[in-house]
Each structure stands twice: as structure tokens, then as C-alpha cells.
């Protein structure tokens, strides 16, 4: 049974950075991909970065450079660092498998970015 937790969203001005956070109880996980994806209001689901078990990352254009994905296969956490914040960076926050996410999602977790 996979359980995903997200954490560390909130409230951060235009340039700001924010730091999330995955916990993930997946069997296996050091050998799993991961991702982190991201919903903005009345839009579909987006892939936002990737990190294989080998830790290859991979990034959405419209983060590379700004974002960057890490993991942990001893504490089973994936992190987003995300700097120079952008308000189309607005979005529910999720981490899943990669690429083909399960059916459990976690409650995700809340990036506005405003003035």
C-alpha cells in the first residue's frame, strides 16, 4: 500500500524560494523513479521534474534552472528545492512514482506565489 505525504508549501513573493517535501512509504523505494508533479486551478495535472534511482533528474522547461529535485533512500523522502518563484508556479504540489504514477495520491501541498 503506498502512502505520500507532501509538506513545506505556503505563501512566497515573486523570486522567493520554497523547499517540499515527500514522504513516501513505497515498497522498494530506492529503486523506484520519482517525480513531482503539479495541478494549478483549471488546468490538468503537469509533470514538473523527475529523479531515477540512479539520481538522473529531469525538468519541466518551465522550471530548469530554477528547480531542482533530490532524494533520500534512507529516510524514503523526495525534496523540491524551487527558487526564483514565478507566479505560474502557483499550484497544488504532488509527488508520485514515475512515469507511471499510482493510484494514490497524497493531499499535496499548496505554492502561491503573490505580492
Known amino acids: 500500500q503506498v502512502q505520500i505525504v507532501e509538506s513545506g508549501g505556503g505563501l512566497v513573493q515573486p523570486g522567493g524560494s520554497l523547499r517540499l517535501s515527500c514522504a513516501a512509504s513505497?515498497?522498494?523505494?530506492?529503486?523506484?523513479?520519482m517525480a513531482w508533479y503539479r495541478q494549478a486551478p483549471g488546468k490538468q495535472r503537469e509533470w514538473v521534474a523527475d529523479?531515477?534511482?540512479?539520481?538522473?533528474?529531469n525538468y519541466a522547461d518551465s522550471v530548469k534552472g530554477r528547480f531542482s529535485i533530490s532524494r533520500d533512500n534512507v529516510k524514503n523522502t523526495v525534496s523540491l528545492q524551487m527558487n526564483s518563484l514565478k507566479s505560474e508556479d502557483t499550484a497544488v504540489y504532488y509527488c508520485?512514482?514515475?512515469?507511471?504514477?499510482?493510484?494514490?495520491w497524497g493531499q499535496g501541498t499548496q505554492v502561491t506565489v503573490s505580492s
Open positions: 513505497i515498497s522498494a523505494f530506492s529503486i523506484r523513479n
Open positions: 529523479i531515477t534511482n540512479f539520481r538522473t533528474t
Open positions: 508520485n512514482l514515475f512515469p507511471a504514477p499510482g493510484d494514490s
